[in-house]
């Protein structure tokens, strides 16, 4: 079958012909593995969801016109379970939105945990990439480094924390706000 406008949703990029999804998606769990694999070997490595799903069509030979967000997430949960039953640590934790904030593929481990869903993902999506690291071989600093958040989320939390609104102090007496001494000039 050749791949035109009204060609297959799914094909191999070889000869055109259709691939089920759901047999694609069996075949790119492997390649997904291997490039979170990659991204494990680089200390505070990470990978975004969009280069992600580029990298396992490219390096399987299988394409998609599917949204990416209907698809790798399922990839990734494939990939996670096969870890879990590694007992590896969450390589799904390597692979984050634009924002660079933990993802779906993260979230399905969290949830096998029996976490609360409003739990912060991204302290938890640090310890297992520092897990992965370790594991997967990358070059750790001396001292045994440490799980880090990425930087994007880093920076956002930092502005956001800076940016905690201190709550106006007044006077008893004349109800007017106190001044950084802590002595009304109104009153005393």
Known sequence: ???????????????????????????WAPFAREVLIETAKKYHGFVTYKDLAEQVQLRSGVRTRS???????????????????????ALTALCVRTDETAGEGFAH??????????????PLAATERMSCY???GAE??????HPALTPRVA?????????????????AICNMQVPASGVCENSH
Request: hydrophobic share 45%.
């Open 67 to 89: 949204q990416m967000r209907n698809w790798l997430g399922s990839v990734l949960v494939i990939v996670a379970d096969e870890g879990s039953l590694k007992g590896e640590p």
């Open 1 to 27: 079958m050749t791949v035109t406008v009204d060609g297959p949703g799914t094909w191999r990029v070889g000869d055109g012909s259709a691939v089920e999804f759901i047999d694609a998606q069996a075949e």
């Open 155 to 171: 920076s956002a939390r930092k502005r956001a924390a800076a940016a905690i609104v201190r709550p106006v102090v007044v006077c």
């Open 140 to 145: 750790i600093p001396t001292g045994g480094g």
């Open 109 to 122: 481990v969290v949830a096998l945990t029996g976490a609360e869903p409003s739990v912060d993902l991204e």
């Open 134 to 136: 370790r594991l997967f």
